[in-house]
């Protein structure tokens, strides 16, 4: 049996396309940034948000990572997928079929969590919404709580939406040129 083509421009996973490889990256990244600063590994910013977060009666700001929902994702994949094999549309109309799917569900992910965060008490500082992050501040108990949001999948430092801005201008700048 024939590798169905690739629609997207990074490696599919056994379970169909995966979002763009820099956003994956920058996921990657971010992760392990926030694993070193929970094993302490970064004292001095450890201690500076500690300080920060107790001068403002326990409230914090942390970078919330969002995507959208899956089986969505899933079945526009398998309906341009369908549209590809029976010829309709070329490999890179396919391409950029799903890329636009999955913006318009990362944008739809990101308004639900908006609405949520809202709802918790919990202020959307800003967003960059390419790599599915949010900037959010409000109460340790409300962010914690926001684990349990549709689409989030992690909580993470407040220095890593600032590297997520500062990939994202990257890419603009460069895609301008």
């Known amino acids: 049996m024939a590798t169905p083509p690739r629609l997207s421009e990074s490696e599919p996973d056994d379970e169909g396309m ?13 992760g392990v940034g926030a694993a070193a600063t929970l094993a ?18 326990g409230a914090a700001t942390v970078t919330a990572a969002v995507e959208p929902d899956q089986e969505q994702l899933q079945e526009r994949e ?4 369908s549209e590809l094999d029976s010829g309709n549309i070329s490999q890179s109309e396919a391409r950029a079929q799903f890329r636009d799917a999955q913006s318009e569900l990362r944008q739809e992910a990101l308004a639900a969590f908006e ?20 900037l959010v501040s409000g109460p340790a108990a409300a962010l914690i709580g926001a684990l349990d949001f549709d689409g989030v999948t992690a909580l993470l ?6 590297e997520a ?6 890419a603009t700048t460069t895609a301008s040129q």
């Open 18 to 30: 995966e979002f763009d490889t820099g956003r994956r990256r920058f996921l990657e990244l971010a």
């Open 40 to 57: 302490g590994c970064n004292t001095g910013q450890t201690e500076q948000t500690t300080d920060s977060t107790a001068t403002n009666g």
């Open 78 to 81: 398998s309906a341009i997928r």
């Open 115 to 134: 609405e949520q965060a809202s709802e918790a008490g919990i202020s959307v500082e800003d967003s960059v919404d390419q790599f599915g992050v949010v």
């Open 157 to 162: 430092p407040e220095s890593t939406f600032e």
């Open 165 to 170: 801005q500062s990939q994202a201008q990257t």
